[in-house]
Structures are given as C-alpha cells and as structure tokens.
C-alpha cells in the first residue's frame, strides 16, 4: 500500500494496525470471516469507478461491455452453486436485502412474522428501531422457555392467528439447523410468502453441510460475508416467478447503481465456494464448534438448546455470575474477540445482556482445527474465571500470539 502510506499516513497507520490485530487475535465473532487475498483484489479493483444502474444488458448509462460479463458470472456462479431459479446480486448488505424484499411484496402496515431480535432474530425482521419494524406490523415467535429451541407448533398457531404476509425464517443467534419443510407447510397454511434469511449459514449450504431452503423458500436473502466468506455484500434468490419484482425491488426500488468491484469479489468468493477445499472448510467449520462447545459444556457453562449444529453458539453466563459484556471485555483484552448477546427471556439490558456469542468461521479459515479450539475453550475459561486478573488476560493474549503465529489468516500470510 506503498500510495496509501505516502497519501495519508493516519488512515494507512490504521490499516496496518487492524492487519496485526486480525492477525494476532482469535476472531470468534459469528458473522466474520477472513476473505481470500483473491476476493481482496477484486475488491480493490477499478469496479469501483463504474456506473451500471439497471441489470445485465439493460443499463442507462454506456460502457458496460465488461461489468455486464462479471454480473453474469455472479449470477451464474450463485445458481450452479445454490440452484435457485432466479439470482440478484446487487444487495449492498443483507439489510438493505430484506428491505428490498418488503417493498417487493409488502404495502405499509402489512404484518411479518419472524424470530424476536432477543432470541436470536436479526433487527431487519420488524425489530422495533428498524424501517422493518416501523412501516410493517411485526409479530414474533420466541424459543421454547425449556429447550432453548425453536417450537413448531407455536409458531403455527401464531402464524395462524396473525396471518402474516411474509414469514421468515432465519437468524443471527441460533444454534440449530431450521426446518424448512416445516415453515414451508406454515407458510402454506397461512397463505403467507416464505422468506429465509440465510445470512449466517449460506456457507454451510454452499459447503454442502447443511440443509438448503432453496427448495422451499419463495425468496431468499443472504449476505456474501459470514460463512460464504466473501466481500460484504448480499444476494437476493428467488423463485422465477418473484423475480421481477425482487429486481424492480432492489433497483431502482432501494438503490442506485450496484457496486461493481462486489459484484466481482462476489463472483471470485463463488467460485472458490465451488471447490472441494471450500467443502472441506465447511465440514470443518462444524466439527469447530462441536469441538468448543463441547470443552465449554464439560467447564460448565451453558449453552443455549444445550449445543450446536452450525457455526455459532449462544453462551448465558448467568451461572457464571458475570455479565456478557463484562466477559466479552475481559475476552478482548486476552485476545480472544467476540461479543456479548442477549439470551432468551433475558432479564439484562442489550447493551450488558447475559451471554455472550461466538462462531468457528474465521478461525476454520486460519487453519485451526479441534485441538485448538479446545484450547480455545480452556482459555475463555480462565479468562471469565479470572476476569478481573489483568495478569491473566496477558499471559492469554502472549500465548495467543504465540499459536497465531503458525496458522496466518488468509490474506495475512506475510505478516509471518
Ligand atoms: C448479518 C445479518 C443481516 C444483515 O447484514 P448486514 O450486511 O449487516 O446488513 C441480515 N440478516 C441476518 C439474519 C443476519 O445475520
């Protein structure tokens, strides 16, 4: 970054320095990712300097000879991949996504029914500060008070009663893989579209490890940056018959023109996604979390639905007799990253909720496998136990620098 350097030595300070901080730290946090250096490049590219409002071979403005051709290798990349009919992938994020599915199909006032955001639902599904919650009627479903898990029958009966228009399924805290058969049949019952928000798992689907919605979602939203591990960015897929309202949705429904170097990265971080490594990678990302659930389990602690069948799990410290953010804190400081959550039916407030929540993407794609994330797991231990022992959160953080040392995150390989 030699032009960077010389141009504005503070924001390239910064940039080295975050370098060295994804380097030298655990990256737990759920929805990260470490991105290939070739999905940085394409990132990096002159995409950025283009206009192109309006889809492949029907632009406004000229000049679309080459950002046409890398649209359509997204596009097919993301079908062969997922096998939807219909791919959109100029989402700028998975918020703007959802919007852009609302306005397709929703008037305001029109009610939606997802998970509530304090049991492991996103904000985007009519959480109360957001435009979904603010110009649709949300209604939510809870998880079951005993299990920690989703409960069929209930939401049934509120699909029943509130006859949404949209339902979701999806989530950013839940640690258990979705029924969609099972919302599908709600969905058909209630007369409501079915709308699965994959964000968090789509690399999962991808990798081959995980159940796909494709064949029973009406639409689906995902971002391009948690487990997919590309560039940030989102997609929108869709039955044939949707796809022209999800297209006048996204533009020039919600925004202009598509951010092209994305589109580009988007593409790369499909076809890497298509690659036996990528599976391996996936199958690899659960045996990760399984391999640190289970050393939290054996320590004590408690996860919610007692385990993890994806990438994340929801921790509610409760019995720890300490709270999410002071143990996210302490956690930093030791080295290892991740962040507090509430948990359901929590008696906290969001911003010093109960649990804590952590995902095994970002440290698959470094390399490690079960025998460090069990380290991992005897090292959050010490830390909560000793959490106001700053002597123990250095010593973590010098043994953490010492193992990152031998497993570079992609992209970061010459900081070794
Ligand atoms: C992360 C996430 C989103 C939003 O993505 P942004 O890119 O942060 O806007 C939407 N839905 C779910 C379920 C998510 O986890």
């Given amino acids: 970054m030699k032009h960077l350097k010389e141009q504005d030595p503070e924001i390239y300070a910064c940039i080295q320095q975050e370098e060295l ?25 002159v995409l950025t300097n283009k206009y192109s409002e309006g889809y492949v071979g029907k632009r ?34 998975g918020s703007p996504a959802n919007l852009s599915v609302f306005l ?13 955001l304090p049991h492991g639902g996103h904000l985007t599904h009519g959480a109360k500060v957001s435009i979904s919650g603010k110009y649709f009627r949300p209604e939510f479903y809870s998880l079951d008070k005993e299990s920690g898990r989703l409960n069929y029958d209930t939401v049934r009966s509120q699909a029943l009663a509130c006859k949404p228009k949209i339902l979701i399924a999806g989530y950013s805290a839940y640690s258990r893989i979705l029924d969609f058969e099972r919302f599908r049949a709600i969905a058909d019952e209630c007369g409501a579209l079915l709308l699965v928000d994959m964000a968090h798992f789509a690399g999962l689907v991808a990798g081959k490890v995980h159940p796909s ?41 919600t925004q202009g023109g598509p951010h092209n170097h994305t589109t580009a990265a988007i593409a ?6 298509d690659t036996e490594a990528f599976r391996q990678y996936a199958a690899q990302v659960l045996r990760n979390a399984k391999a640190l659930a289970d050393t939290l389990i054996s320590r004590g602690y408690n996860l919610v639905t007692g385990g993890t069948e994806n990438h994340l799990m929801l921790i509610d410290l409760t019995n720890k007799g300490i709270s999410g953010k002071t143990a996210a ?42 025998a460090q994330m069990e380290q991992i797991g005897v090292w959050i231990d010490t830390v909560i136990q000793n959490h106001t022992d700053t002597g123990v959160q250095a010593k973590v953080a010098a043994e953490i620098k010492e193992l990152c ?3 570079p995150a992609p992209g970061l390989e010459y900081l070794v």
């Fill in 213 to 253: 919605p494709v064949p029973y979602a009406d639409v689906i939203t995902t971002t391009t940056h948690k487990t997919l591990r590309g560039p940030r960015g989102a997609m929108i897929m869709c039955k044939a018959e949707h796809a022209g309202a999800i297209d006048k949705a996204v533009f020039p429904g």
């Fill in 329 to 370: 804190r302490a956690l930093d400081e030791a080295g290892l990253v991740l962040n507090c959550n509430t948990v359901p039916f929590d008696t906290r407030k969001p911003f010093d909720p109960s649990g804590i929540r952590m995902g095994s993407a970002a440290v698959t794609s470094r390399g490690f496998k079960e």
């Fill in 21 to 45: 901080r994804q380097h030298e730290k655990i990256r737990l946090i759920a929805s990260e990712n470490y991105v290939s250096t070739a999905v940085m490049e394409a990132t990096g590219s």
């Fill in 405 to 407: 040392k031998s497993y």
């Fill in 268 to 273: 790369v971080a499909l076809k890497e996604a």
């Fill in 60 to 93: 406004y403005y000229e000049g679309q000879q080459l950002v046409d051709r890398v649209e359509q290798l997204a596009i097919d990349r993301a079908k062969a991949i997922f096998g939807a009919d219909h791919v959109n992938v100029q989402p700028y994020s």
């Fill in 104 to 116: 397709a199909f929703l008037n305001p006032g029109d009610t939606i029914l997802g998970m509530a």
